[in-house]
């Protein structure tokens, strides 16, 4: 119980810290300062995994420091990557897209970031960490796993929001959009920010969101062709 709730309590500095650097990143490239992040809470758990992941797998390797940079920016692309399409997958929608820069794959991920990305990983293995955990370890058990309990309760109520407020893309009534796909992809950002506060936060947390429409169009094009000729069918008949 107590080590669950110690890595859980890890987990969700780093998702804060993460959450940070996204914001910091955000306001360089917009200049302005904007919830970064999936749930309404302030932290972005795909650094807290990413850091988990670093700490449990590559914690035997931190008497090579070139081994250890390859490995955990290997780890943090394969991370990133398979984050990027999942949620694609599941959502219906791309949250970050890399296309745009140099040594980019599938506009997944890109040279440009997964460097710094290794680069802080070694700064958590070796500096940040240690820190961390020194300090954690000070603090009482039956104190830990208080703060965790807590921790846990509030962020599953936030992933449940987010879940049902994001789900709703799939629930857009597609019929009303043309047929060009940049025209729908643009239409659909102007519905999803009236639909409610948290999609709006949502929409300007990832202002290069682009929404894959692209197969339900698809869809939406057959039924309309499939109802167009049974109409053609009954007027020949008749």
């Known amino acids: 119980m107590y080590i669950v709730c110690y890595w859980f309590i890890m987990f969700i500095i780093y998702s804060f810290v993460g959450w940070i650097i996204d914001i910091c990143d955000v306001y360089y490239k917009y200049k302005k300062i904007v919830n970064r992040g999936f749930f ?22 931190t008497n090579n420091f070139l081994v250890l940079f390859i490995l955990a920016t290997v780890l943090c692309m ?16 791309r949250w970050w897209d890399y296309s745009d820069r140099k040594f980019n794959l599938n506009g997944r991920i890109c040279l440009e970031t997964t460097i710094p990305f290794g680069l802080a990983a070694m700064l958590v293995m070796y500096i940040v960490n240690p820190f961390l955990t020194g300090l954690l370890d000070k603090v009482p058990n039956n104190i830990v796993i208080i703060i965790a309990i807590i921790l846990i309760i509030v962020f599953l109520i936030d992933a449940i929001i987010s879940f049902s407020v994001i789900t709703k893309i799939n629930d857009i009534d597609w019929s009303r959009f043309k047929d060009d796909t940049e025209e729908v992809n643009k239409r659909v950002l102007e519905y999803l920010k009236g639909t409610s506060p948290q999609m709006k936060r949502l929409i300007e947390s990832f202002p290069d969101m682009k929404i894959r429409v692209k197969k339900l169009k698809e869809n939406f094009d057959n039924k309309r062709k499939k109802i167009s000729n049974k109409i053609k ?5 008749d």
Not at 40 to 61: A, N, S
Not at 78 to 93: G, H, P, R
Not at 233 to 237: A, T, V
């Open 233 to 237: 069918s009954k007027m020949n008949r």
């Open 40 to 61: 309404i809470g302030p932290y972005c758990p795909i650094y807290g995994v990413g850091v988990l992941l670093m700490i449990f797998l590559l914690k035997d390797y």
């Open 78 to 93: 394969t991370l990133e990557y398979l984050t990027s399409y999942v949620m694609e997958k599941w959502f219906n929608a």
